[in-house]
RNA sequence: GUGGAUGUAGCUCAGCUUGGUUAGAGCGUCUGACUGUGGAUCAGAAGGUCGCCGGUUCGAAUCCGGUCAUCCACCCCA
């Protein structure tokens, strides 16, 4: 057909078994979502530019010549300019501050899966309308506040592990996480690193390419992102003699997800800290992560994120953190066809099982975790290093959780674990390795 | 696009007619009673630019003007 009108380019018709594919990857990333006690959203597929300018950032790939932008019409009085979202955490976290969740949850825990936009020159697993699924945590408190403590660094892997969960039963081959801190906003932290950077790849400024020449000053972290040789070579040089420097949060934060995601990845997936990993948005800060897999080409990233603790904030609400990721759903499914992997089965959305930390230690989680890797529909309080069983049970309550598995102190230093039937009220401690057989057993 | 109504705490609303101490209630949230056991009850706490801008006034949530937003009906439409 040649004379005819065509879909648009970087636009793609869906039927026949491709569609069929598409549904089921759709329907295993919101069951395995689901079972890690995270709830959907659908969010605008237009918002307001400055949403987007806002969060994105100025200066990024994204606002500078990637958005499908609908001017205002000023003949009809309208001054409002409105853009095709090319990523949703921006109008997640619009959603989050609009309904006020803030106040009436505290912690949020949302995924979304949804068309994207962006006018880029299309290529293998590169769509100017293309999909992704993302989850997305907000909320967390930064730092004590009254008698409520800090957020502990759980999330922070929650998403990176949620996100691996998804590939990894997808099937694909070949999965590689990379991981890397960006640095805060705060004093002394991003800020003293970029000035190092800065004055390191200045001084080997004649051997970079035109563009790493301009992105020393507009965005040095791009100059490490940059995929020619000579860049490599100079940027490899840099780091080795610029180590990278963050404050102790950052640190702390990078100090708890290496271990506990590297602990608890699912089979055949390799995990590993490359300083060369920066994103392409300005609102990442701390720890960011991408996903590879084998059989894309050179777009051979399936998914990513990090953390955004300034961004709530940056948006006109309170000063508290948020973490998430998003994966692209034509990428996942060309590798899933590389790897030749059958359509699997999404989880059953089974009864929900509360796992109680009334310790601060990560064995409750770790524990958690486990649980829902075997397809157990799992919730775990994201927002505080502790609770008291008391708290605990009324949270369980609330959820309409059908079994707690408390463990506090007694237990982790028995290596035990306290299982309640939330309706009859019975409970019994068992072996904590025997966990995910009592539950299962349990629950039939 | 036409007409009507409404904006006060996270939610539902009272207060406005007749301007006057520190703007309230119920529900929700958090904390405690109950230092490791939930749903009930009781007590306490947090939470507000009274949509925004201007005017009148000694003084405005309250009166006046403008503006923005939302809702309803009509028109049109998947």
């Given at each position: ?92 976290v619009?959603?989050y501050l609009?309904?006020?969740?803030h ?208 961004l709530i904030e940056e948006m006109g609400g309170p000063k508290l ?124």
């Amino acid at each position: 057909m040649t004379n005819g009108i065509q879909a648009p380019r970087g636009t793609k018709d869906l039927f026949g078994p491709e569609f069929d594919r598409f549904e089921a990857l759709e329907r295993l990333a919101s069951g395995v979502a689901r079972t890690w006690g995270y709830a959907g959203i659908r969010t605008p597929v237009f918002e307001d530019t400055g949403l987007f300018v806002r969060s994105i950032g100025e200066a990024t790939d994204i606002v500078e010549k990637e958005m499908f932008t609908v001017p205002p019409r000023e003949d009809k009085g309208d001054d409002k300019s409105y853009t095709l979202r090319p990523e949703n955490t921006a109008g997640v976290v619009r959603a989050y501050l609009e309904h006020n969740l803030h106040k009436t949850q505290g912690l949020a825990r949302f995924f979304y899966i949804g068309p994207q936009f962006r006018r880029e020159r299309p290529q293998a697993g590169r769509l100017r309308q293309f999909h992704q699924m993302g989850a997305e945590v907000l909320g967390l408190l930064r730092e004590a506040k009254g008698d409520q403590p800090a957020a502990p660094y759980t999330a922070y892997a929650d998403v990176i592990l949620m996100a691996a969960e998804i590939l990894s039963r997808a099937g694909l081959k070949g999965l590689k996480l990379r991981y890397n801190s960006v640095g805060c906003a705060k004093p002394g932290c991003r800020d003293g690193y970029r000035e190092k950077l800065k004055a390191a790849l200045s001084a080997g400024k004649e051997k970079l390419c035109g563009d790493c020449q301009r992105r020393i000053d507009r965005n040095v972290f791009r100059v490490l992102d940059c995929k020619k040789p000579n860049c490599r070579e100079v940027s490899a040089a840099v780091l080795a003699n610029v180590p990278q420097e963050f404050c102790a949060e950052c640190r702390a934060q990078m100090d708890f997800v290496s271990p506990t995601v590297k602990e608890l990845l699912p089979a055949g997936v390799e995990a590993a800290h490359d300083q060369f990993l920066v994103r392409g948005l300005d609102y990442y800060t701390g720890t960011v992560f991408e996903f590879t897999a084998e059989g894309l080409g050179s777009q051979d990233a399936v998914g990513g994120g990090g953390s955004y603790d300034g961004l709530i904030e940056e948006m006109g609400g309170p000063k508290l953190g948020a973490t998430g990721f998003a994966l692209g759903l034509e990428r996942v499914l060309m590798s899933q066809e590389a790897a030749k992997a059958a359509s699997p089965e999404a989880p059953a959305a089974g009864a929900l099982v509360y796992v109680a930390a009334a310790v601060d230690s990560p064995e409750p989680y770790k524990l958690a975790v486990r649980l829902r890797q075997a397809g157990i529909r799992t919730d775990f309080d994201l927002s505080a290093p502790a609770r008291g069983v008391g708290n605990h049970l009324k949270r369980a309550s609330k959820l309409g959780a059908r079994l707690a598995v408390i463990v506090g102190e007694d237990e982790l230093k028995a290596g035990e674990a306290t299982v309640k039937d939330m309706a009859g009220g019975e409970q019994r401690r068992i072996k904590a390795a025997d966990a995910l057989a009592e539950v299962k057993k349990t629950l039939g």
